[in-house]
């Protein structure tokens, strides 16, 4: 599902550009699909991600969340079954993966920066991984949209941004942007330094993101907790392991 030169690219520098996996078609429906959640859910749209414990930031000023996309439409299946996506997921992981969260974030017009930071509480530099995201572009990202920014290499760190930097706000002399169009996928290992950055645009920046952890981990979303008959019924036997259902 990979090649070789791939797999070197994602562990010598902790992401990987899997290139447009989502058809222009399929990128609408998605978007539609997400207009319709937001509109709906309102208020409450990403309150899954407050009743979990294991989030730290559950709520974001200057971006849009949903939560639990598993549950919320056929659309969202390809988002944790995708092949090439498992692939570069367990290249960082090993093979006992499990999925952890599916949620939506726009960066909102004027805002979106994060500092740099991992998704991990503290640094892994020998390898043994814990976390690993795909994000999943729902627009073009550009330079200027709040596209993701990572440092490469920064995986095998001993020390985390918050550690190593006076402020991990500030731009990082050698991060750089995933810049790439609507549809396509990138594999970031958890543990890179990454953030978003602020969007100067007047349109959302929109992203899916598929968050995997390793077996033995609590997943960000309960996924028995919040599963239901209809996801069951239609996702097979090889859904029902990633989801660990
Ligand atoms: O959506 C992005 O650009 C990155 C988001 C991120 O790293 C986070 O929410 O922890």
């Known amino acids: 599902m990979l090649t070789t030169e791939e797999i070197e690219f994602l562990e010598t520098n902790g992401y990987l550009n899997l290139g447009q996996l989502l058809s222009p078609e399929q990128v609408k429906q998605v978007n539609d699909r997400l207009a319709e959640l937001m509109e709906t859910e309102g208020e409450n749209a990403g309150a ?3 009743e979990s414990k294991y989030i730290r930031h559950p709520k974001e000023e200057g971006a ?3 939560a639990d996309l598993v549950n919320k439409g056929e659309v969202f299946d390809v988002f944790y079954t995708h092949p090439r996506v498992l692939a570069g997921i367990e290249a960082v992981l090993g093979q006992e993966i499990k999925l952890s969260s599916l949620n939506y974030r726009a960066a909102k017009p004027g805002k979106g920066h994060q500092k740099l930071h991992v998704d991990w509480r503290n640094s892994v530099a020998g390898g043994a991984y814990k976390v690993c995201n795909s994000i999943w572009l729902l627009d073009d990202f550009t330079p200027s949209n709040g596209s993701t920014r990572i440092v490469p290499k ?3 760190s001993s020390l985390l941004p918050d550690e190593a930097m006076t402020d991990p706000n500030d731009k990082h002399p050698d991060e750089i942007r995933i810049i790439a169009p609507a549809g396509s996928v990138f594999i970031f290992n958890s543990h890179v330094w990454h953030g978003g950055t602020t969007n100067q645009t007047n349109q959302d920046r929109r ?10 981990q609590p997943q960000q979303i309960d996924q028995k907790k919040y599963i239901t008959e209809a996801t069951l019924q239609r996702i097979g036997e090889k859904g029902k392991y990633i989801l660990d259902v």
């Open 48 to 50: 899954e991600l407050a």
């Open 64 to 66: 849009d969340r949903l």
């Open 154 to 156: 920064t995986h095998k």
């Open 207 to 216: 992203s899916i993101h598929s968050y995997f952890c390793t077996r033995e």
